[in-house]
């Protein structure tokens, strides 16, 4: 898990609140216009995959 959390570009895994503050974000009603997108919450570990 130590290995993993220092290959994340951001040096943490992601935790419950990241998560919560990102779904918070999208139903927020000034993002109505986003619509089916995929929002990846991994601190940019899908960049060194």
Request: a negative charge; zero cysteines; aromatic letters at 4%.
């Amino acid at each position: 898990l130590a290995k993993a959390k220092e290959a994340n570009p951001s040096g943490r895994s992601t935790t419950p609140e990241d998560v919560a503050k990102a779904i918070a974000a999208l139903v927020d009603e000034r993002l109505y216009w986003l619509t089916g997108n995929v929002l990846g919450v991994d601190g940019g570990e899908d960049l060194t995959a």
